[in-house]
């Protein structure tokens, strides 16, 4: 049974800094595409970033761009999402998502590929 468990979210400040891990058990986390969405209160579920079986290419909202980066480590089956300069807007419960893909260089933004996704975790950024 696959599950995804996510940690790392908590309460800080405009202008700080978190890091989101989430691990992958049960299954080969090398063989799944990665991505972590974040649902807003009053929002729907929408992408933060993405990244692909093979790592590298990582895709990221125009919102987060410059400021959020995913990345993979597959010996330890972890994605991560560092967040930086994390304004109030970005405020909402993370989650982590993944699908099997054939390809090592695909990835997406569509939450209806995804077949696992994890608890989520809350961000909440406020002075």
């Known amino acids: 049974q696959v599950q995804l468990v996510e940690s790392g979210g908590g309460l800080v400040e405009p202008g700080g800094s978190l890091r989101l891990t989430c691990a992958l058990s049960?299954?080969?986390?090398?063989?799944?595409?990665m991505g972590w969405f974040r649902q807003a209160p009053g929002k729907e579920r929408g992408p933060v970033a993405a990244i692909r079986r093979a790592g590298g290419s990582p895709r990221y909202a125009a919102s987060v761009k410059g400021r959020f980066t995913i990345d993979r480590d597959n010996a330890k089956n972890m994605v991560y999402l560092q967040m930086d300069s994390l304004k109030p807007e970005d405020t909402g419960v993370y989650y982590c998502g993944g699908f099997v893909t054939h390809s090592p260089y695909y990835s997406s933004f569509d939450a209806r590929e995804y077949d696992y996704w994890g608890q989520g975790t809350q961000v909440t950024v406020s002075s």
């Open positions: 049960g299954d080969t986390f090398s063989d799944y595409t």
